[in-house]
């Protein structure tokens, strides 16, 4: 694994926020000025491809990527909020409903945040 790729999944495991290539490239450029967006993106994608990160995808939405630990997302369907929420492991469940063994999902659960549901 390159350096690049090895401060890209450490910002990644850090970091609270679900940040895009481009939040990623701007924090990984202060600690590494040369560093340029392809480099950014193409490990980026090598690391997802690995299975060291994942990307989420949303529509109308830049591609954010986030840590490998299972969680779901909240995603408000208003202002675009995207928040963590750890819901009970459905994987028994969609495998019994499958009757197939599965890899992994991803569950996105739309719905109006606090704050805009306030307004």
Known sequence: MSRYAELILEL??????????????LKLKKAEPKVVQATVYNNLNALCQDGLIRKLSIENS?????????????????CG?????NFEDL???LENQLGEDILSYDLKVFYLCPKCRGE
């Open 12 to 25: 990644i495991n850090q970091s609270k926020d679900h940040m895009t290539a481009e939040q990623i490239f």
């Open 62 to 78: 830049p591609d954010r990527y986030d840590k490998i630990r299972k969680h779901d997302h909240l995603i408000c369907r208003k």
């Open 81 to 85: 909020a995207l928040s963590d929420i």
């Open 91 to 93: 994987t028994k469940n």
